[in-house]
């Protein structure tokens, strides 16, 4: 371990972990919820109730200048998804690969990364605030998932959006360290959420997400999915994995990350 960053994300993971030991007992045997799980869950709830209600539900965040650009955009957590089909892909230049869309939708999709850049898109130029305590502005180009998932459907009982990603990071937890995340339908139809196929006038390099990942500009780093397979609806994220939204989140951090 000899890369600052990483020592540094152990230490931040520890205190997460401990925070989620302590939220664990929150709940007893039976599942019942006590006042220390009310507690830390009604503390998250705040800060999306408080986002949403000071700067509404289509604010945006703030988009900067060419300008602006960071000369260099670090490349965070996975570099590059370790697995044979990855690597298949992006040896064909990710002509076989497929964005499948499913689950509470009226109707299931499957769309090629030529088909998305037919779509109307969208460019913006926004600052990516990582938790670790880094920052960088890029110029995003992508399809807005509203289109998408207008196009697909949504079926009323849906409440989530998953995003399913090639890549697998520790397999500390479940035995599974599948990165995805997951976003509420607010934010699905916020006009700066975009699924981005492009970076600073060029095409996502791998290490920035390639083909296509998720720009969620209110939220911090960890939101923004990289490596995308799969967009799922569903009614809860109790489901999937550790059941808290996501791969950071089952580790201990906020499933609402809002900056
Ligand atoms: N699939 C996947 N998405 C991911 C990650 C990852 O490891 N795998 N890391 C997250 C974190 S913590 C950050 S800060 C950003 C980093 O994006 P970048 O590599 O383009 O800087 O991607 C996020 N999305
Ligand atoms: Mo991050």
Known sequence: MTDPQFAR???????????AALALTGCDAGGQDTPTGQLLRSA???TLAAQRKLQGKTALAREYT????????RV????????DLYASLLEQRFADWRLKIDGLVARPTELS???LKLMPARTQITRHDCVEGWSAIGKWTGVPLADILRAAGVLPGARYVVFHCADELEKTLDGSGRY????????????QTILAYGMNG??????HGAPLRLRVERQLGYKQAKYLMRIELVDSLHGLWGGNGGYWEDRGYEWYAGI
């Open 9 to 19: 994300r152990r230490f931040l993971l520890g205190g997460a972990l401990g925070a």
């Open 44 to 46: 998250e709830s705040l």
């Open 66 to 73: 060419e300008a602006d650009i960071s000369p260099h955009f």
């Open 76 to 83: 965070n957590g996975s570099s590059m998804p370790d697995s």
């Open 113 to 115: 990364l030529a088909a």
């Open 180 to 191: 995805y995340e997951s976003i509420d339908l607010v934010d699905a139809f916020h006009p």
């Open 202 to 207: 060029g095409d996502l390099s791998v290490g």
